[in-house]
């Protein structure tokens, strides 16, 4: 049976989920075209450079982990990788026990009644598997979709700053190598997003599917 080879795959869903932050487990931030806008303020560069630095800074991995938004994000992806971990490793368990008791009835029958209980059962632990598999991109999918999510509502309080500030443009502060602390303003933006989103509403963000 190709069935003993197959259940610990099952297991692997989620780990990444439950294992710590979603941000901090890529090579960056999010991606540049969804989460990460190039800001541009309509403000004359003139006038940003008299009222003071024409360019502010922003580190966009801590404003996502920094807010109440973000780390509920966090918190929903944790509980559902935790959850469909538990969920796999509970169908493993089934499915090996299953096995042992298919493969303990061989002994007492024909090749050819056999055959079709193994290819029955090899074909339930592959759909399983691919059930399970979608739930793990499902949750993927709505984790990074929350960061959209988020930084969408953000953009129009980062430009307000902008605006505030009298600044022309906002970079990534992980981009520059040196700067003057006052032009960096992820501090300000959090509490400023706290302030006025807070956790981004009550509906769940994070849901594993049936």
């Keep these: 049976m190709r069935a003993a080879r197959c ?3 099952i297991v692997v869903m ?28 309509p403000t ?7 009222a003071g630095s024409a360019i502010l800074l922003l580190n966009q991995e801590r404003l996502l982990s920094g807010s109440a ?3 509920r994000i966090q918190r929903e992806v944790e509980a559902a990788g935790s959850s469909l971990a538990a969920e796999n490793r509970q169908i493993e368990a089934q499915l090996t026990e299953e096995e042992l008791s298919l493969t303990a009835r061989r002994a007492n029958m024909s090749p050819e009644a ?27 999918d709505q984790a990074e979709a929350a960061q959209v999510a988020f930084f969408d509502s953000a953009f129009p309080i ?6 505030q500030r009298g600044a022309s443009v906002l970079m990534d502060s992980r981009a520059v190598l040196l700067a003057a602390d006052n032009v960096d303003i992820t501090e300000d933006a959090i509490a400023r997003i706290n302030a006025a989103i807070g956790e981004g509403g009550t509906e769940p963000l994070i849901v594993l599917g049936p």
């Design 44 to 50: 004359p560069l003139g006038e940003a450079a008299a």
């Design 114 to 140: 056999f055959r079709p209980l193994a290819e029955d059962f090899d074909a339930r632990v592959e759909a399983i598997r691919a059930a399970q598999e979608a739930k793990g991109r499902a949750l993927q």
């Design 69 to 71: 938004y973000g780390q």
């Design 14 to 41: 989620a780990v990444s989920l439950a294992a710590g932050p979603l941000w901090a487990q890529s090579s960056g931030a999010p991606a540049a075209d969804a989460t990460r806008p190039n800001l541009v303020a």
């Design 7 to 9: 259940l610990g795959a």
């Design 158 to 163: 980062l430009i307000d700053i902008l605006r």
